[in-house]
DNA sequence: ACCTGAACACCGTTCAAGT
DNA sequence: ACCTGAACACCGTTCAAGT
């Protein structure tokens, strides 16, 4: 009693919002953030622009949305740890790679403070502060410290990517430009940014990402030595 | 000899890069980024689209140039110390005041890594690193990780503003909003998120911010106890 | 040499018309 | 009820034509 070929009225299904993002997440990727038009969108989901209107509120929401659920994931993966700091330290790496393997990420969590992925973060990091025994009234400083630094550290390196991929260049040979056109400003006028150019060429971003966030930690631990 | 009323061919002096930056900086500094459009610009220079291309790139080299005549000024008129930490302390502020007063500036900064604007903070910042005592090896890692700090806090509240600015609420009405939907967030999913709503409502950025800068100081000066 | 502004190739978003 | 896609009101950027 199973119809075999039922006659789709136009699309097999139903358009959903998961799907919608699903291909939003893909156009992302391939093109990074310009390449994210409800055009292109709706093409690849074999629509008119204006279905997709049913499903989000606008390009914004659907920009958060796929942010979301990179983030979730990324969280649920990230290495959990006894230790406080080491599940701290696990989690800002994920992060760290999460938007260096999909840039848009950065600019996308930067565009949404108080939004859902923001929320998730500010959640597990804080569980984290809390476990460490900071106490109550300073968890809150602590916890957006060590936000700002993660999507601050995180967002550069995007941009950095962003402008790489642009260019055509590889990482490699992008912070090599840079730290030549460095090299040739007036040391009197930028005597640090002249002297550390060398340095640029040998430096690991994700090691000194991981500084950071252990100066953070170390600052943390002096304070609650101070208590 | 001299002539009182030269005929002007069609504006009484030649279009200057300056002048059309300036113009730029108050479009921004009205209606923010999305402000920034080139008819807008070439209506307030009383003057077509095509003839600012004579003088600037395109419109992210014009924003960036933008940003950085805030940037040189903020950090010129940034008060000057004799003990390093303080000034580091004080340039912070500065930016954090700069990118506060002024939101678009946080967006600038994240879309000219490596740029003018980028440098002359590295800089700046980066001396009085040197100037605390650090070891030239952690020079870098400690400069970006305070650069990264700063812009990265800069940024949310950058994002913040816009973001109450577009909802037509000050600060306090926009982050008692924010509390507000966190508080109704499900605490078994968000234990942190949903405890910490009632400490948003009392928080001080700046201080809190100045908190931060002093987390990361801490740490650079524990490292250097234990050298 | 420099400005002018129409024209080009796009956007996000809406909405009458379809099914 | 949901999709469709033409249409609207914009963009950044270019370039022949002017002065």
């Known amino acids: 009693m199973v119809k075999k070929a039922r006659t789709p009225s136009r699309r097999d299904e139903a358009l959903t919002r998961e799907q919608i993002i699903d291909a939003a997440i ?3 990727d391939a093109s990074g953030e ?4 409800l055009r ?3 093409a690849r989901l074999a629509t008119g622009p204006g279905a997709i209107y049913g499903h989000i509120a606008d390009k914004s929401d659907l920009l958060t949305a796929a ?3 990179l983030v979730a994931r990324t969280l649920d993966e990230a290495p959990p740890s006894a230790a406080p700091d080491a599940t701290i330290r696990a989690l800002a790496l994920a992060l760290f790679d999460a938007i260096d393997a999909h840039p848009w990420i950065g600019s996308a969590l930067g565009a949404a403070p108080g939004r859902l992925p923001m929320v998730r973060i500010l959640d597990r990091v804080g ?3 809390r ?3 900071v106490p109550e009234a300073a968890q809150w400083r602590a916890t957006s410290a060590l936000l700002g630094y993660i999507l601050g550290i995180g967002g550069q ?3 950095n990517g962003q402008l790489a991929r642009e260019q055509g260049l590889d990482r490699t040979d992008f912070l090599d430009s840079m730290a030549a056109t460095w090299a040739m400003l007036d040391p009197a006028e930028y005597p640090f940014a002249h002297a550390i150019a060398a340095q640029m060429r040998e430096h690991d971003d994700r090691a000194d990402f991981l500084a950071g966030i252990d100066l953070l930690l ?3 631990a002096a304070a609650r030595r101070k208590r």
């Open 26 to 28: 893909e156009l992302l």
């Open 34 to 37: 310009a390449g994210l038009t």
């Open 40 to 42: 292109a969108l709706s």
């Open 67 to 69: 942010c979301d659920v």
């Open 127 to 129: 569980r984290q502060v």
């Open 131 to 133: 476990a460490l025994g």
């Open 157 to 159: 390196n995007a941009a």
């Open 218 to 220: 170390a600052g943390l």
